[in-house]
């Protein structure tokens, strides 16, 4: 199995060659930055090559939790590179509340619109996202809303897959070289089930709660009912969750976030299970 420390050091030479190159034929580039491995490498290339032409966007709309809007604003502080925070109410569209089946298709447009109108203001007319070559073949409405805004996606343009942006990243010495994947919690509601602010709140609380446990990463999908809640946990930590003293703490926390009913899927996390995203 390729991982990010077996990566051969030509492979990596030459994937951020073609990035560099790809990057030096832009007059200036708006990153939408959440933080994560794929956009931490993607800013941190557009910081090398363009310097202050290069700016950081991240989109606060509350359906991201809030660690991640400070860990963004830590990096883009730590290349330099000035750093932008879109505050957009998803729960303020009726489409997005409603969570039918282009919820993340019209979250994707609305945003990225959002976007492009803010590198405009900033005389920029390059729209970059992190989506990498490892996407490529999954469902993602999303992306149908980046190409008809003519946003463009460089990792995935060059073939860069995952792992080697974990070990660009890494070599970078980017801190979120090997954070897991996150996806918007709306992912977490079943599709057909509206998303509130609350819903929202309660599922970033528990989740929150459980990354304290030890866990390295957790999804909280609630049913339509809102009363119970399923706790994916990564397949290698599913002995760790099953344990009984920690199943107690798990149990205790769905409580405490308001939940009558908590089940480990002991199938284990699957970043691609969400209802519409």
Not at 204 to 210: F, G, I, N, R
């Amino acid at each position: 199995m390729t991982t990010p420390s077996t990566v051969p050091t030509n492979a990596l030479d030459e994937a951020a060659g073609r990035l560099e190159t790809w990057m030096r034929a832009l007059n200036g580039a708006a990153v939408a930055f959440s933080g994560g491995a794929d956009s931490s490498l993607l800013l941190h290339c557009a910081a090398k090559v363009l310097g202050r032409r290069a700016i950081a966007v991240t989109f606060d709309t509350g359906t991201m939790p809030a660690f991640e809007l400070k860990r963004a604003s830590e990096i883009a502080r730590s290349l330099g590179v000035r750093h932008l925070i879109a505050s957009v109410d998803m729960f303020g569209e009726r489409a997005f509340r409603e969570n039918g089946p282009d919820r993340c298709y019209l979250c994707k447009r609305t945003l990225f619109a959002r976007l492009t109108d803010m590198a405009r203001a900033q005389g920029i007319s390059n729209v970059l996202d992190g989506s990498n070559a490892s996407d490529s073949g999954t469902d993602r409405p999303g992306m149908k809303a980046l190409t008809e805004l003519g946003v463009k996606s460089p990792l995935r343009e060059l073939g860069i897959e995952k792992v080697v942006v974990r070990a660009l990243a890494k070599a970078a010495r980017l801190p979120s070289w090997n954070a897991p994947a996150r996806a918007c919690l709306a992912t977490r509601v079943p599709t057909g089930t509206a998303v509130t602010n609350e819903r929202v709140r309660r599922i970033e609380k528990l989740e929150e709660a459980l990354l304290a446990l030890g866990f390295s990463d957790v999804r909280a999908r609630e049913d339509a009912s809102g009363k119970c809640i399923r706790i994916e946990v990564p397949k290698d930590e599913i002995d760790m969750a099953s344990a009984s003293a920690m199943r107690s703490l798990i149990a205790d926390s769905g409580i405490r976030a308001g939940y009558t009913s908590i089940s480990l899927d002991l199938r284990g996390l699957h970043s691609g299970k969400g209802q519409n995203g």
